[in-house]
């Protein structure tokens, strides 16, 4: 391919991304990103696919944009707190008109009543009797030793 084939291929290119400038289209996808849209729609409707997008904000790859990345992080992180807040609404309003999945999650995050309801990893200290009925052939020592490990290695249970 000689270098007049390779220009009309990049005329063609520009012409079918609406002729918009990759400045242009960084700033439309984080417009859109911050109004809600996901990154694969938002990319579309900047005129670059999602992955073009993607490269930008690698910082192994040869078109990594740190100003693009770090703008992308805020728009996104703005936009995740926007997203929780939506789902957990819908989550109550299913849990009212008798989602009983949405009920016992809900009862299982805020009442002490129904924490059983938790996932075994945020019910707190592992219990070394129950431990002892499914490892039996385990000495005493060894299973205190495990359950000190694991609950150093454990992370804190955010509450608010």
Do not use: H
């Not at 290119?13 to 911050?34: H, I, P, Y």
């Not at 009212?96 to 945020?122: C, T």
């Amino acid at each position: 391919m000689d270098l007049a084939e390779r220009l009309a291929d990049v005329e063609r290119r520009n012409e079918q991304s609406g002729g918009v400038s990759d400045d242009e289209a960084k700033e439309r996808f984080l417009e859109l990103l911050s109004e809600g849209l996901t990154v694969s729609e938002a990319g579309k409707q900047a005129g670059r696919s999602a992955t073009w997008f993607r490269r930008r904000r690698n910082p192994d790859g040869s078109n990594y944009d740190e100003a693009f990345s770090e703008a992308f992080s805020r728009a996104t992180g703005e936009n995740r707190a926007a997203i929780v807040e939506d789902v957990f609404t819908a989550m109550v309003k299913a849990a009212k008109e008798g989602n009983v999945r949405a009920q016992e999650k809900i009862l299982a995050a805020y009442s002490e009543e129904f924490s059983f309801m938790k996932p075994q990893i945020a019910q707190g200290p592992v219990n070394v009797e129950q431990l002892q009925v499914f490892f039996g052939e385990l000495p005493l020592a060894k299973l205190l030793e495990l359950k000190e490990a694991r609950d150093a290695a454990r992370l804190p249970v955010i509450d608010q």
